[in-house]
């Protein structure tokens, strides 16, 4: 690892939310900066709700050189940019923001973040069956990764039907190739139906993050499919009830941290505009320490999930 001397070049960068105190970003961000030879430092910053525009403003007259943006600031910080993604404007959400030339300009890493551990496993998307649980911001992110990937049908299951049923409407115009339908997730004869022949199952909820490990967004008695992958995007625990569950019943199974390592890695690509080569080799070195440092948290821990704590 290389060492790093913080002077008057050195560049700031960091994450904004509310709450941010147990974020895992800054030992992510910093151990993958060290691992780079980039001289920059990246700090956690809890900002009040109706303070969102004085704190990104002030970071770009500060001269920071980017912002992770968490919840519950995705949305709200989308109208504050002068230039979005094509990605950020399809989720209608923003992640990731760059202070470049007096500009502001905002991106969001996680469809790319689902999809590269994906990737790492040889996992091919194109003509497959995809399930997501949840309607949330990372169910979005789901759907359109999918769906940009050339999947045949995604099958949206949740609780509240009305909700999934405005998402597949929304994703149909952007992608009318796709075949996109909502289920009813209460309704186990609806849930048995759309986890029928699945070759990807994504938890997209915050079912079984901790504390309440003993939740899956699944009932126990369902059946899953033996081919499919299960990819849960929480990541503390590691082992969710719905991986558990999926593993019960000899499925593949996909932990969520993976998807915070490369979207941090995404997000330092867009900030220092140039390729990092071996994505997966850097996921690869920086897993074990994220892991430990899951084991030591004594505070409650963060997801990747919609609902759960982003960074």
Not at 33 to 44: D, K, M, P, T
Not at 80 to 95: F, K, M, R, S, Y
Request: hydrophobic share 40%; glycine share 10%; proline share 6%.
């Amino acid at each position: 690892m290389t060492e790093r001397h913080v002077t008057a070049h050195t560049l700031t960068l960091g994450v904004i939310g509310n709450p941010v105190g147990h974020s895992l970003s800054p030992q992510l961000q910093n151990a993958l900066l060290s691992r780079l030879g980039v001289n920059g430092c990246y700090h956690a910053f809890e900002v009040k709700p109706n303070e969102l525009e004085k704190a990104v403003r002030g970071a770009s007259a500060l001269g920071f050189l980017g912002l992770n943006v968490t919840v519950p600031f995705k949305e709200q910080v989308v109208p504050l940019c002068d230039d979005i993604t094509h990605e950020a404007e399809a989720l209608g959400a923003v992640n990731t923001l760059l202070f470049k030339d007096g500009r502001i300009v905002g991106t969001t890493t996680d469809p790319l973040g689902f999809l590269k551990p994906l990737e790492a496993r040889g996992f091919e998307l194109p003509d497959k069956t995809v399930v997501v649980l949840g309607a949330g911001g990372a169910a979005r992110a789901v759907i359109f990764a999918c769906a940009e990937r050339g999947v045949a049908e995604i099958r949206l299951l949740n609780r509240t039907h009305d909700k999934a049923v405005r998402l597949v409407r929304r994703f149909r115009s952007l992608f009318p190739g796709v075949r996109i339908e909502a289920y009813p997730l209460l309704e186990w004869g609806s849930v048995s139906n759309a986890l029928e022949n699945a070759d990807l199952i994504v938890n997209a909820t915050s079912a079984g993050m901790w504390p309440h490990l003993e939740r899956s967004p699944l009932p126990e008695s369902v059946s899953l499919p033996r081919d499919a992958l299960a990819y849960d995007l929480v990541y503390n625990p590691l082992r969710t009830r719905f991986l558990q569950q999926a593993e019960e019943n000899g499925l593949a199974i996909q932990d969520g941290l993976d998807m915070l390592i490369y979207q941090a890695i995404a997000s330092v690509e867009f900030w220092l505009s140039r390729q990092l080569g071996d994505w997966h080799g850097l996921a690869r070195e920086l897993r074990p320490g994220l892991e430990r440092a899951l084991e030591w948290s004594s505070g409650p821990p963060w997801s990747v999930t919609g609902k759960g704590k982003d960074k």
